[in-house]
């Protein structure tokens, strides 16, 4: 199969996400046939270096032998079957290994990160009408907070392109102040800003508390927010605060979780354990290594207990067909593994170490605010004219890398998989990608 007929028939057949269809006219799709390392090889055999993580999911490299044969093995034992009624060892034992991880448990399973976030909200709204509290129905975000596509979780979502279309199908939810440390005044550290934008949240919650059931939050990093990065002491402050107003705290880690920010998950980053900061974890993408759908929410006892009754329905009444899918309980059950057995979180540390060295390289550029927060770089391109994302995304698939810019801001979240000969290719690709765009 050729690119150009491969081409021809996605776009009499495919309707891709997040994407203006009519674009592709013009802005040709790339045909990708198979994947090895962080590379992604069309069918002409031209190679992209996966600067993405496609989408922010693959952690461990595109055809990792140990996942595959994860998923190989469970297939000769068991493909699916309906978890209401039903369990199995995949599903049992990769709960038990996120409770073990988070302080957090009860798993609850969906197919994507938008779900989790549905699943989360509804929990914490029925929680509430559960304990005697009912009028506990709002919720809080960020402001430019991004948590899913869905209807619910667009209603705590704060980017106006996914949004603002679907505005009036939407529940009303506030949003605070963001602790993005850019947007500190000069000489204002990123603590000081992020004590400042708790402040704000600690006079909402005063005069709200009786009717807000959840503050939903991207801990460390909002990342389709333009990898919004923030000091750990506003998740401190913000736990304290939920704490004293009796409102929930979801930790919306989908994107963040699994070593992306250096830590397992970015709530360690403010203590020592998930279960000190969150009542709710949301988990996704890079659960299953980016080999197949998968998610899952997980919260503490005294919320499953809040539902744990003779009465129906005061259950959690909410599924899918595929809820804790047992091929994709093996894949995040290696994914695991890996972690475990290869020392991943101190290897990385050593990784992002290499990759901000060489990223200095990048501050020639009409940039400003180059960031790291473990593996994932980010800055933002200064005066950037229409249309640089689209032309800096072209750009960089010249030099046979994936990227995809929000907006002015370009970052790097490559698979940890990745060398430092890698590496360098990345960055010097990237740095050519941006001058061209301008």
């Keep these: 199969m050729t690119n150009s007929r491969l081409l021809a028939r996605s776009l009499q057949s495919v309707w891709h996400p997040c994407t203006q269809m009519k674009q592709h006219e013009t802005f040709p799709l790339i045909p990708i046939q198979r994947g090895a390392g962080v590379w992604l090889y069309d069918a002409d055999g031209q190679r992209y270096l996966d600067g993405i993580s496609s989408w922010w999911v693959n952690l461990f490299g595109h055809n990792n032998p140990r996942i595959k044969d994860a998923i190989k093995s469970q297939l000769d034992q068991l493909e699916h079957v309906m978890l209401a009624g039903f369990t199995h060892e995949p599903v049992v034992a990769l709960s038990e290994k996120l ?6 448990g009860h798993a609850f399973y969906a197919s994507d990160g938008a779900s989790a976030t549905e699943i989360a909200l509804k929990m914490s709204f ?15 975000s ?26 009036p199908l939407l529940m009303q939810s506030a949003q605070m102040p963001s602790p993005d440390f850019r947007l500190s005044e000069a000489g204002v550290s990123a603590e000081a800003m992020a004590l400042c934008a708790a402040a704000a949240l600690e006079d909402y919650l005063a005069r709200h508390h009786a009717s807000i059931a959840a503050f939903i939050i991207e801990p460390m990093v909002q990342c389709a927010g333009g990898m ?15 704490t004293r107003y009796q409102v929930h705290l979801i930790a919306d880690e989908i994107a963040v979780g699994f070593g992306r920010t250096g830590t397992m998950f970015a709530c360690e980053q403010a203590a020592g354990k998930v279960s000190d900061i969150a009542d709710f974890i949301c988990l996704s993408k890079g659960i299953t290594g980016g080999y197949l759908p998968l998610s899952a929410v997980l919260t503490s006892d005294t919320i499953y207990q809040a539902f744990y009754d003779e009465r129906t329905v005061k259950g959690f009444l909410h599924s899918h067909s595929y809820t804790g899918n047992p091929l994709a309980c093996s894949a995040a059950l290696a994914t695991l593994g890996i972690f475990a057995d290869d020392a991943v979180l101190e290897k990385n540390r050593v990784l992002a170490d290499y990759i901000k060295s060489q990223a200095s390289s990048l501050a020639e550029l009409p940039i400003q605010h180059l960031r790291q927060q473990g593996m994932i770089l980010a800055m933002d391109v200064v005066d950037a004219k229409p249309g640089f994302a689209q032309r800096c995304y072209a750009e960089a698939l010249k030099q046979g890398l994936l990227l995809r810019p929000i907006g002015n801001t370009v970052y790097l979240m490559p698979p940890y998989s990745i060398s430092r000969e890698e590496v360098d290719y990345m960055i010097t690709a990237t740095h050519q990608a941006i001058r061209l765009a301008l």
């Excluded at 409770?99 to 957090?104: A, C, D, I, Q, Y």
């Excluded at 919004?228 to 939920?242: G, K, W």
């Design 142 to 167: 960020l402001k430019n907070s991004y948590h899913g596509e869905t209807l619910g979780a667009l209603g705590v979502t704060d980017v106006a392109i996914f949004k603002d279309t679907y505005a």
């Design 126 to 140: 029925h929680y509430w009408r559960n304990s005697g509290q009912p009028g506990k129905t709002q919720f809080i």
């Design 99 to 104: 409770s073990e991880l988070t302080g957090l």
């Design 228 to 242: 919004a990065m923030h000091h750990p002491v506003y998740l401190q402050r913000a736990r304290e605060l939920c």
